[in-house]
């Protein structure tokens, strides 16, 4: 039996294992793809932004080539309740499983639910009933959002939720909403989340935080600061978890590198650049739309979509005022007059994506090789559990509701402007 055989039959978790009882897919616990980075040291890979059928493919075929291990993910505000994106945090397991056994990907995929957001108390009580049924519908990772809250509810809501996420499944927790320059994260404000956690035996896998990039279309020209996001991670080293970066479409490849050599980041999103490679538009080399001088994206005649459906696109776009990052929002209403392409368009679409997508695992975020590490990995133990990266510090009775507020209170933090910052 291959290496690849026998983690199939041991590393996919019983969730999987039931949703797809005779697949060749190698869907993993998160924690897996972040083990596999540490593992090959200096690497990070693409958490991809799966809002469409066709980014899908591309990315998956790309991570093939690479022999990388990859995460595919939506956010709850693209693909939850309300979603706006085709892709869903209910159907994205049964989307990846498909192609990659389509297409014969052998590498290991998590599949992650983003950006869970916990704004209110309703999205709390709301949220222990919907989580679970995240993961029996493929989920294997989670990122737990509550960052829009104060320094104490944030978490709060991270330790009432924990007992809905199998202990196996990769987590993700924020301190600090993405605003670009303003309000961001400090290490006493990342040391106060993942201590608490800690306290309370909760071990997240990686960390987001506000270092001053943006989501979407990156407009500022200043980016990731990689000096802040390094003095983080290393006041968090005792506890084990590692980046997450989010908004890295607009990074130029030499900061992405530096991110990936110099913190301890092993997991990078990536959404906006791949939406826009595979409708055809105009980018710069990292991915960031190039355009034109009424401020509108610039479409590469013969690339991506045809012409004629981005025409329409674009019409539909103008109607409903939709400009820059919002074109995201075309997703939903026209997939499926995307899939009813031609071969030859759908092809040269997830192209595209494939080659963009191979060359920042290659050349940019180190992760050539991280999916024969990874089914090294699960090879080591033995479970598709692989267990947590650190043990309790923390003392729980130091940790209690009370006691957090009362610690919360006394740290001085700048949260930047108030807004709906989008995810």
Known sequence: MSDFDRALKIG???????????????????RYIDRAMKKKGGAMTIAANGRSHLVIRGVLAAAQRADAA??????????????????????????????MNELGVTVPVAIHADHYAIKTQAD???????????FEAGITSIALDASHQPDADN??????????????AGLETEVGEIKGTEGLSSPEEALFLIQGLNAHNIHADWIALNNGTTHGIEASGTGIDVELTQAVHDALAPYGVNGAQHGTSGNDSD?????????????????TALQLLSWGMEVNEFGNAVMDENGDLIKIKG????????????????????????????????????LGQSREVRDRMAKRVEEFTYTLLTEVFNAAGTGSLCIEEILEKGSYNPGFSAKVIEDKAEWTEE??????????????????FDE
């Open 12 to 30: 996919r978790p019983p969730t999987i294992a039931t949703l797809f009882p005779n697949s060749k897919a190698l869907l993993v616990s998160g």
């Open 70 to 99: 990859i995460i595919i993910e939506i956010a709850k505000s693209e693909g939850g309740a309300n979603a706006y994106c085709p892709t869903s945090l209910w159907n994205m397991a049964r989307q990846v499983d498909a192609v």
């Open 124 to 134: 709390l009580d709301a949220a222990r009933v919907e989580i679970p049924t995240l």
């Open 155 to 168: 978490l709060l809501a991270n330790i009432a939720l924990a007992p809905y996420i199998p202990e196996w």
């Open 255 to 271: 900061r992405l590198r530096d991110i990936a050599e110099k913190t301890s980041t092993t997991k990078a999103n990536v959404a």
């Open 303 to 338: 690339e991506g979509l045809t012409d004629e459906l981005w025409v329409e696109m674009k019409a539909y776009a103008d109607e409903k005022g939709i400009k820059g990052s919002n074109f995201k929002k075309l997703n939903l209403p026209f997939e499926n007059k995307i």
């Open 403 to 420: 006691k957090i507020r009362a610690r919360a209170a006394l740290m001085t933090t700048d949260k930047g402007p108030d807004g709906d």
